[in-house]
């Protein structure tokens, strides 16, 4: 049996997005320790057989707050000499590694799961100025890295990295017993019981409210949406520092019948079951849970042209891609998918079957096989 440490910046990373990372090493029979940071309420995480280890992580990789971090990392690994560390996030991922250092000399094996970096097609010159140097001096600590999509993939094996491996995985996998496919009888039913008219053309948008996921440009789109599709519904289900700010907008342009603010909630599966179409305008991906959620129950997307989005949804095929901001171009696709129920039903059915290669089990297969590569004699 090993003892593997698992850490990231935040605590709700556990219960949303990297869950079964400790679940497969569990299930291999190995201690696991996870270490975030749990302080804030929507972070909070329990299961009695991890241990768990608070660590003051700051989501902003440049804050002093990290300086503590790694004091109280350092002081961690110190106490517990772990056979095998993987980490995940950028700020968690930077400390880590960089507390991992001596360690790493003395046998402990170091994965980094990159979950989009920071420097993409498209990101400002001052990403890649930054944060590829950084990224590029610290594969020198980091015995693999797992990717999420092809481009970063492809960056990873052709920008000169120093990792000794480098894999790519479907990302964090979906569940596929939770989120199932939509049937016409149950979407009827869930739209009695939320209030909702049989009638509506429901969209539906789960992600964070921040300028990354830009809100902005669906909330436009809608704007001129609703001149063409009288009984359109967009649901904004998430939190975020940018909330105050999309409301606002929606206030003024007089859409508060239009655009629904869900907050944070636990029964999405029901809402994508009881939406029309799902959509993403980010500007920035690694591999978008919120698009593999909707391609499990079965729904139409439309999305932007971003990493991520385009390794999920394929033009013409189980959705259409946009360029990220062509307000006029994804509004015409809504429309299209609006005005035909069989390129609605065609574009679901290519999903169903996209979605099997991203399934939870699959990804625990192959965290299995990865995670046996650097514990085989334990």
Not at 16 to 39: C, P, Q
Not at 116 to 124: D, I
Not at 324 to 352: H, P
């Amino acid at each position: 049996m090993a003892r593997v440490l698992i850490t990231v910046h935040l605590g709700r990373h556990f219960r949303i997005f990297g869950h079964y990372d400790y679940k497969v090493l569990l299930d291999m029979g190995h201690e696991v320790h996870i270490a975030a940071n749990f302080k804030n309420e929507i972070d909070q995480f329990e299961d009695p057989r991890v241990i768990k280890h608070q660590i003051d992580f700051d989501r902003n990789p440049f804050s002093f707050s990290n300086i503590l971090a790694y004091k109280q990392l350092r002081d961690l690994l110190k106490r517990y000499k772990y056979d095998l560390i993987h980490t995940q996030s950028p700020s968690g991922g930077a400390i880590t590694r960089l507390a991992a250092r001596n360690e790493r000399k003395n046998g402990t094996k170091l994965i980094y799961t990159a979950h989009g970096f920071h420097f993409f097609k498209g990101a400002p010159l001052k990403n890649w100025l930054l944060y590829y140097p950084i990224e590029k001096w610290l594969s020198k600590f980091t015995d693999c890295l797992l990717t999420i999509n092809d481009e970063d993939f492809n960056c990873a094996m052709k920008k000169g990295f120093k990792f000794n491996y480098v894999f790519k995985i479907n990302g964090v996998g979906i569940d596929l017993n939770k989120f199932k496919p939509q049937k016409e009888e149950k979407k009827k039913e869930l739209r009695t019981d939320y209030g909702f008219r049989d009638e509506d053309f429901i969209l539906i948008y789960v992600a964070e409210l921040s300028n990354r996921k830009n809100q902005e440009m669906i909330i436009n789109v809608i704007n001129k949406l609703k001149k063409e599709i009288k009984n359109i519904k967009l649901l904004l289900v998430g939190t975020g520092k940018y909330k105050n700010k999309y409301q606002n907008k929606v206030k003024k342009k007089c859409l508060e019948e239009n655009v629904l603010f869900l907050g944070y909630r636990k029964d999405v599966p029901n809402l994508m079951l009881l939406s029309d179409i799902a959509v993403s305008t980010s500007k920035q991906e690694g591999l978008p849970l919120n698009v593999m959620e909707a391609m499990a129950t079965g729904l139409p997307l439309v999305v932007t042209d971003c990493r991520g989005n385009r390794d999920l949804v394929k033009n013409d095929e189980n959705g259409y891609v946009v360029k990220v901001n062509d307000i006029d171009e994804f509004t015409n696709k809504v429309i299209k998918l609006y005005s035909s129920a069989d390129l609605r039903e065609k574009f679901s059915n290519s999903s169903l079957i996209k979605i099997q290669d991203f399934s939870v089990e699959k990804v625990t297969n192959e965290m299995k096989r990865i995670y046996n590569l650097f514990l085989k004699n334990k």
